[in-house]
Structure formats: C-alpha cells, structure tokens
C-alpha cells in the first residue's frame, strides 16, 4: 500500500472518541464496517487527511477501494497496529474465521488466529515488515481459528505508511484449503505409487499403459519404457507354459469390468528374465463425473511366498510328519479319486493295508528314537515299490497302506506285495546295529471286495490280520471267510467284557518241580475262561483279543489277586510253594502294578516271597528309568521276578546284570528238541551257565519226556514243568510219585 500511494501524507488531529465513533468504518468504532475509517496515528489518536491537502483524491481513492474489498466476498482484509490489535476487519473476515467485526476489533490479531507451530515464523514476518517498512513475498499459512478451525490461507501483507512510517500492517487473504486437500491428496497418491510395495500400473480408456511404479519393475522386471504403450492384452501375465493365453480370458475381464467395475484373480505372470510366478491382480474401472470410463488401473502382486507358504501348510495338514507320507486324509481323497476314476473308466485298483511284524520291540529294546528311523526308511523303501501313480500313507504308529492305481488284476497286486515284504526284509542299520523286520500285508481289490472306501479299507485290514495269524511275514488277499473270523473276533470281544463283568474265568495251576528231588516247589497260574457255549478256552483263544481291546490289564489285576488268595490258602495247608503269575507288558509297565501287588498281598496275607511275578523280555529289555523304578520296588518288597521264555527275545546280557531277578524259565522251544537238535543241547548249558555265573535260578518249561528230564539233571537245571510231571488242574497234587 505504502507503493500503492507513495504521495499520500496522513496528518494527526485531535479527535474525541465521540468524533471517532461518528466517522463510519472506523476501527474500533460503531459505524458501517463498510466504510474505512480515517487510520490511526501512532500515538493511538485518530488521524484524517487535512481537508486542503492534494491527498484527498487519493483518500477517497482508498476509501473507494477499501469499500470494494470489504464487498468482495473471496478476499478477507484486516489489518493490525504495532501492537497487533486488529484494527480492521471485512465481511469476508468474519465470514472465513467466524469471527464478527464487533468481536475481533480491538483484540490482539493471535488471540483470534493461531499459525500452529509456524507461529514464531509468522511473527518475525511480521515483525519484518515493522522493522524493514517493506511487503514480504505472499505466501500459504496453516491456521487455526479460536473455534478450533483449521485453514489453509494464502496471505499477502504489506505496510501502510505515513510520513514513512509504517502505521498499520494490511493482510489479504484467500481461503485455499480445498485446493491445499486436493494438492495433498494428488502428492499423498503420488506417494502411494511410488512406494507402494504392489506393482501399480495406470491405462488409458483404451487400456494402453500411461504409467508404471517402482515396485511394478521391481516385481517383473520391466522399465516403464518397456511398458508404456503396451496394451493390457499385452502384459506379461495369464499365459501358459506354451505362452498362449486361456481362451476368452480377457473377454472375461473386459465384460466384469464394463459390468461391475472391477475384476481380480490369481494369474500366471512371467518375469523379463522368463521365470515364471504367481500374481494376484485387480482391476479398476476408474469414470468421470458422467460416468465415462477414462482411465483404469491395475495392482498386481507377487504371491510367491504366500503361495509356497499355503503349500507348507497343506503339505503339513496332508502328510506325516515323521515321514513325509501322505497321512490318512489325504490318501482318504486319493482313494474317493480312485472310485471316481473306476465308476467312469471301470479301472481296477487295490489297496494294500501292511503291518510290520513286533515292531513295538523295535522301540522297546532300541528307544523311540532308533523306531523312528525304522519308519523312515521304511516309508524310503516302500517309496521305490510303487509307481509315481500310486500313493503311500502311514495310517499312525507301524501301519501303513498303499493305493495300487489302474492295475490290471490281482497278479499285479501280488507282485507289488512280494516287492514290499523284501523291501522291508533288507537288513537296516539303525545306531550301529542292525535290524530285520517282516511285514503282514492285507489286500483288497476294487471293485471285487468293495465298491466304496469305507468297505475296501476294512477288508484290506481284515486280510492283513490274517497274515499275521498264520506266521506273519506273508500277505493275504481278501476272502468272505475272513470277513466272517473278524466278525467272529468281534463278538468274542464283547462277550469277553461280559465274561469279565460276569466272573467267567478260572485259575488252573501247574505244578514246578525241582530237577534233582521231584518236590514240588510251586505252581504257575494259568487262566482258563469258561465259555458258556464253547467250554473251556484256553489262554491263546481270548488273551489276544483282551490285549487288543484293553482288557488285560484288569484281567491281570484279577488273576494276581486270586492266586496270591489260593496260595495263601494251600499255603495255610502245609504246602510250602510259590505262586507264579505272568504279567503282560501292558500289566508290568502300568502305572498302578505295584499298588495292585501291595493290594493282593494285603488281602490275601501271602508273604511277599511266596509270589513269583514272570515278565517277559522285551519288558525287562526296556531299560529306562520308570522299569528300574518298578523292579526296584518290587524286589525291595520280597517278590521275586523271573524272565519268562527266556531264549526268544532279544535280552542282553547288561541287562540281565542290571536287574536283581530271581529266575530265568527256558522256553519250552529248546526243551523239546534237545534230543534231535544239537544246537538246541549246546544253546541249554550255556544258558544255564550264563544263569549260575549271574545267581540265577533256572526253570525249564515243557518236559515231556524222561530223556528230555535226564538232560536237565546232567546240566544243573534247578527246576521243570511239562506234561511228563504234570498239567495244570485247579488242584494240583503237591506230592507226587518220584520219578526214577
């Protein structure tokens, strides 16, 4: 302004404040905020060109111009004085800061506005124009009205002067928020494309490339130069392996995006370098106001990683972590595709169900460890038996199944089967040592024994427990015959959890003699079931199924507790005997044996060393910490402990030394053929010298005949059982004839 009218000269007067308040427009006064009021002096006075002075024309000039401003509704105008009290204020001032004239005149001007944390700046810019009597360049403020408003304001200051001295400081302003929105929301969005992490591509109405990010070279290795121009039917993605793409493929975009705006999906995408990947993409139909499609844009997204890590998680949820196999689901869906395949091509398949032959040994004798290495070699062989057609699974602990696709016939079947059991037959090495297995194998044929994956595993199961009745390592084909045993074996194990609940089992005892006198030193106990329609059963025709279906535990725990009663009875007669008890493995290794021992010997009142407990060698072969426990428990007791079988199991001479046991019974298999195998006669001395060398009593089971009892005698057997003494009855005869 000071420019504006450099030749205007502002006189001071003496006005009273009734002169002030007369004069309209004035700052501070009552008058129309219409019409400008003469200026201010310096010294706070009232100041008015001098009525003869040739500055009149330029004051009605000002008053004209200042009127202009105050109507002009864009353009907000105020001024403050030295002190920064606002001495003018337009329409479009309380219009923009929502402030009346009334309340902002005569206040300090950053009582009313804030410049934020720009408000320093703003006073030495203001405090520039005091100083240096000169206008700063115009330029953008953030503001904040007291109400809490926030503005963006493009702001023009410059001084009015008199006699050379700045009076008052002008500022006209324009509210420029919406366009600073706009401006942030075009560098916000310019900053999403650039870095953006998803590769961002913008196209024309014609869906021609315009533009590309960073991140989508990044991505495909394509410069924008490489791309710009290009059409989206151009664009490296969507093809297959031959680089054809899908038939109607993007007809099928081109008609969402017309129709819903929008169409995304996972595609094929290839690299500049020719590798290939997965993408997800979007596209978006971007309209004008009209509605005229103008431009699109495309996202698109290397999903490799999450690709590979969906794999991770499926391969997981589908295989067997110990060996990779698929599991049971899995292979459940193979089998529902292989009958799909069978209803519409009449394909034949089969299925295998193999079981490998006491592999729990395996884990008791060498560590859990050492049986998890088994599987996996095992799972690795059965790998190189089948075709890449076929599917492998482990089902859970030793069992495993095999799904033979489009076979031609049983033979084929019979041929992957004897493959498998010679597979598995081949020595492995696990811990320096090694280890033979065998396998059962069951197989069934579609659509011969089933036309559905329900029937088909159960018969394939059915067979495969055949194979392991009759000697295990052999495979069996499925027959109805079978399917009518296991249904038989089925009822047999109900009626078993009735004879149980019913008290239909017996104890028989067989009588121990010593070799050299004939006395008889004890007797084993041996469980009979009284069956109402079949008779008497004999151990071997229920005690599986009881193992199989958790019933021999309990029915241990019963067989103890009556013998130590019917001991203490004869014992109470006069007969000096032990009463030997086989324990099952599952029975010896439960937690709760020592408190059943300590509950027959109570109830019973049988001293602990009248009981003899027979437990088998893969239980003592164990060896860890919960076994020494128990058998430290049981000998600090008084009960004795004697190896049962002593001969087929895999005991080792450690550990027979680490165990305080009793005895060892040899197992009737070396007794009878002593006198027509050779081996047989050496292998029982030194087993009963091995014993003498550890202080352990020696029992010999199953002598039948003289020559077989001449044999013990010569070598030191302690004692005998068999037939040729006596067989197991209810009351066994405690003082038999001396056999000569």
């Given at each position: 302004m000071?420019d504006?009218?450099p030749s205007?000269r502002i ?16 700052p501070?006064?009552?008058g129309?905020p ?5 200026f ?6 009232a100041?008015?060109?001098?009525s003869?002075?040739p ?6 000039w000002?008053y004209?111009?200042?009127?202009a401003i105050?109507?002009a509704p864009?353009?907000?105008v105020h001024s403050?004085d030295?002190?920064?009290i606002?001495r003018f204020?337009?329409?479009a001032?309380?219009?923009l800061?929502?402030?009346p004239a ?8 950053n009582?009313l506005v ?6 320093a700046e703003?006073?030495?810019?203001i405090?520039g124009?005091w100083?240096d ?6 330029r953008?403020?953030q ?8 503005l963006?304001?493009?702001?023009n200051h ?6 050379g ?7 006209m302003?324009v509210d420029?928020?919406?366009r600073k ?5 075009l560098v ?6 650039e870095n953006a992490?998803?590769?961002?591509i913008?196209m ?6 315009q533009?590309?990010n ?9 410069a924008?130069?490489?791309i ?5 039917a151009?664009l490296?993605?969507g093809?297959?392996?031959s ?9 099928s975009?081109?008609?969402q995006l017309?129709g819903i705006d ?6 094929a995408?290839r690299?500049k370098?020719?590798e ?6 979007a ?13 699109y844009m495309a ?7 999450r690709?590979r ?6 391969h997981?949820a589908?295989?067997?972590?110990l060996t990779?196999?698929?599991n049971?689901?899995l292979?459940l869906?193979?089998m529902h595709?292989a009958?799909?395949?069978w209803?519409r091509q009449?394909d034949?398949?089969?299925?295998l ?6 592999f729990k040994?395996?884990?008791d004798n060498n ?7 088994v599987l996996?070699?095992v ?6 038996c089948?075709?890449?057609v076929d599917?492998?699974?482990r089902?859970?602990g ?10 031609g ?6 041929h992957v ?10 020595p492995?090495e ?5 280890l033979k297995?065998?396998a ?5 044929i ?5 036309a ?6 159960h018969?394939?199961?059915v ?6 009745e009759?000697?295990r ?5 499925f027959?109805?015959e ?7 074996r089925?009822?047999l194990?109900e009626r078993l ?10 104890l ?5 003699l ?6 008889v030193?004890g ?8 069956h109402?329609e079949?008779?008497l059963?004999?151990?071997?025709d229920f005690l599986p199924?009881?193992e199989?279906?958790?019933?021999i535990?309990?029915?241990g ?9 019917q ?9 000096d ?5 086989n324990?099952?493995e599952?029975q010896?290794l ?6 059943t021992?300590?509950?027959?010997l ?6 602990p ?10 239980a003592?072969m164990?060896?860890d910490?919960?076994?020494?426990a128990i ?12 190896i ?8 080792s001479l450690s ?10 019974k ?6 009878s053929?002593i006198?027509h195998d050779p081996?047989d ?13 550890l202080r352990l009593?020696?029992?010999a089971e199953?002598?039948?005949?003289a020559e ?5 005698q010569q070598?030191g057997?302690?004692?005998?059982q068999?037939?040729?003494a006596a067989?197991?009855?209810?009351r ?7 056999v000569s």
């Amino acid at each position: 302004m000071c420019d504006a009218f450099p030749s205007i000269r502002i006189f001071p007067v003496n006005d009273s404040k009734q002169d002030q308040a007369s004069q309209p427009g004035m700052p501070g006064g009552d008058g129309d905020p219409g019409r400008p009021a003469p200026f201010a002096g310096s010294e706070g006075q009232a100041g008015v060109f001098h009525s003869d002075s040739p500055g009149r024309e330029a004051l009605d000039w000002l008053y004209r111009f200042v009127t202009a401003i105050e109507l002009a509704p864009a353009v907000a105008v105020h001024s403050v004085d030295v002190r920064g009290i606002v001495r003018f204020w337009n329409h479009a001032c309380a219009q923009l800061f929502g402030i009346p004239a009334s309340h902002a005149l005569g206040r300090p001007f950053n009582q009313l506005v804030s410049h934020l944390e720009r408000q320093a700046e703003f006073d030495a810019t203001i405090a520039g124009i005091w100083r240096d009597g000169s206008a700063p360049a115009p330029r953008d403020w953030q503001v904040e009205t007291a109400a809490g408003r926030r503005l963006w304001l493009h702001s023009n200051h410059f001084p009015v002067k008199r006699e050379g001295a700045t009076q008052q400081v002008f500022c006209m302003e324009v509210d420029i928020t919406g366009r600073k929105q706009v401006e942030d929301n075009l560098v916000s969005a310019a900053r999403v494309f650039e870095n953006a992490h998803e590769g961002m591509i913008l196209m024309d109405a014609e869906y021609r490339v315009q533009s590309v990010n960073p991140a989508f070279t990044a991505i495909t290795g394509y410069a924008a130069v490489d791309i710009v121009g290009a059409t989206l039917a151009s664009l490296p993605w969507g093809e297959d392996k031959s680089g054809l793409h899908e038939t109607g493929f993007y007809e099928s975009i081109w008609s969402q995006l017309d129709g819903i705006d929008h169409w995304q999906g996972e595609v094929a995408a290839r690299r500049k370098s020719g590798e290939r990947y997965p993408a997800w993409v979007a596209l978006t139909t971007i309209r004008d106001p009209r509605g005229e499609a103008v431009s699109y844009m495309a996202m698109l997204s290397d999903i490799s990683e999450r690709k590979r890590a969906e794999d991770r998680v499926r391969h997981q949820a589908e295989h067997d972590p110990l060996t990779g196999l698929p599991n049971r689901a899995l292979f459940l869906d193979r089998m529902h595709h292989a009958l799909a395949t069978w209803r519409r091509q009449r394909d034949n398949f089969a299925v295998l169900f193999l079981d490998l032959d006491r592999f729990k040994a395996v884990n008791d004798n060498n560590g859990h460890q050492a049986g998890d290495a088994v599987l996996r070699e095992v799972a690795a062989r059965l790998r190189g038996c089948v075709r890449r057609v076929d599917t492998i699974s482990r089902l859970g602990g030793d069992e495993f199944v095999i799904l033979l696709a489009d076979i031609g016939g049983a033979d084929q079947a019979a041929h992957v089967a004897n493959a498998v059991m010679q597979a598995v037959a081949r020595p492995i090495e696990v811990g320096g040592s090694h280890l033979k297995l065998s396998a059962s194998i069951g197989v069934a044929i579609c659509p011969t024994d089933g036309a559905d994956v329900d029937t088909l595993m159960h018969h394939a199961d059915v067979a495969m427990y055949h194979a392991k009745e009759n000697g295990r390592d052999s495979f069996r084909f499925f027959s109805p015959e079978m399917n009518a045993r296991v249904r038989e074996r089925g009822v047999l194990e109900e009626r078993l959890r009735l004879a149980f609940e019913r008290g239909e089992f017996l104890l028989e005892y067989q009588p121990e003699l010593a070799v050299g006198s004939g006395r008889v030193t004890g007797v084993e106990a041996l469980i009979r079931w009284r069956h109402p329609e079949r008779g008497l059963l004999l151990p071997q025709d229920f005690l599986p199924v009881a193992e199989e279906c958790g019933l021999i535990v309990p029915i241990g725990d019963w067989v103890l507790r009556e013998a130590c009663r019917q001991a203490r009875a004869w014992r109470d007669e006069g007969h000096d005997i032990t009463v030997a008890v086989n324990l099952s493995e599952a029975q010896f290794l439960h937690g709760g044996l020592l408190d059943t021992v300590d509950a027959a010997l109570q109830q019973s009142g049988l001293a602990p060393a009248g009981l003899d407990l027979e437990i088998t060698e893969g239980a003592i072969m164990r060896g860890d910490a919960a076994l020494d426990a128990i058998v430290d428990a049981l000998r600090s007791r008084g009960v004795q402990l004697t190896i049962d079988r002593f001969g087929t199991g895999l005991s080792s001479l450690s550990s027979l030394r680490r165990y305080p046991l009793s005895k060892l019974k040899i197992d009737r298999s070396f007794v009878s053929d002593i006198e027509h195998d050779p081996l047989d006669a050496a292998l029982i001395p030194a087993i009963i010298a091995m014993a003498r060398s550890l202080r352990l009593g020696v029992v010999a089971e199953g002598v039948e005949t003289a020559e077989q009892l001449r044999f013990l005698q010569q070598h030191g057997c302690d004692h005998y059982q068999g037939f040729f003494a006596a067989g197991a009855s209810s009351r066994p005869d405690f003082n038999p004839v001396p056999v000569s």
